[in-house]
């Protein structure tokens, strides 16, 4: 099984700051490498593909990094939409996700 | 656009078989790998297995192989999950998710809203 690390697990910050979420893959998952991001009592919704492949629709804010073992998610401004969990998802080897980075408002 | 929404029992019995139902709309399910996703409250995601459309093909997690079963209707549009001799540990949300390509594994683009199931004693 390939195990996703998410850090930090929680992450208080305001509005306009940079927020940067790391992902660890426990072995290399080449660029095979989604996040989502959830509000409380909603579906994941999916921001980017192969590591760094923005979704259709998702603001140009975010941005993802890495490959190998290791990746990050970025918001270049945090905006008030954006408190919410974030889930990163390994999908080289079957399907698993990281435990999630809640960005809370600080 | 495309639309998916589960559905089926919120209350299942200890040691019993949890079935449930994914409606696809506003699009085909072919060529498509639709796959069930369960999140126990206020924890993670873990992918429970995926189904192609067209052939029937599955893949399951293999933590829970032995327990899962998954099938499609095309002629109504949607794919099915059981899963059998469910415990406690069965209980979360249920989603129901499209995957965004068939070429290969790949991350799921869209998702329905999710289904709660209970498993009871």
């Known amino acids: 099984d390939i195990q996703m690390t998410q850090s930090p697990s929680t992450l208080s910050a305001s509005v306009g700051d940079r927020v940067t979420i790391t992902c660890r893959a426990s072995?290399?998952?080449?660029?095979?490498l989604a996040w989502y991001q959830q509000k409380p009592g909603k579906a994941p919704k999916l921001l980017i593909y192969k590591a760094s492949t923005l979704e259709s629709g998702v603001p140009s804010r975010f941005s993802g990094s890495g490959s190998g073992t290791e990746f990050t998610l970025t918001i270049s401004s945090l905006q008030p939409d954006d408190f919410a969990t974030y889930y990163c998802?390994?999908?080289?080897?079957?399907?698993?996700f990281g435990q999630g980075t809640k960005v809370e408002i600080k | 656009q495309v639309q998916l929404q589960e559905s089926g029992p919120g209350l299942v019995k200890l040691s019993e078989t949890l079935s449930l139902t994914c409606i696809v709309s506003g699009g085909s399910i072919n060529s498509y790998y639709w796959t069930w996703i369960r999140q126990p409250a206020g924890k993670g995601l873990e992918w429970i297995g995926r189904?192609?459309?067209?052939?029937?093909?599955?893949n399951y997690n293999p933590s829970l192989k032995s327990r899962v079963s998954m099938s499609v209707d095309m002629s109504k549009d949607q794919f099915s999950l059981m899963l059998t001799s469910v415990t406690a540990a069965d209980t979360a949300m249920y989603y129901c998710?499209?995957?965004?390509?068939?070429?290969?594994?790949?991350?799921?683009?869209?998702w329905g809203q999710g289904t709660m199931v209970t498993v009871s004693s």
């Open positions: 072995q290399s998952i080449s660029d095979w």
């Open positions: 998802q390994q999908y080289n080897d079957y399907w698993t």
């Open positions: 998710a499209r995957e965004r390509e068939l070429l290969r594994g790949d991350a799921f683009d869209i």
């Open positions: 189904i192609y459309a067209s052939s029937g093909n599955t």
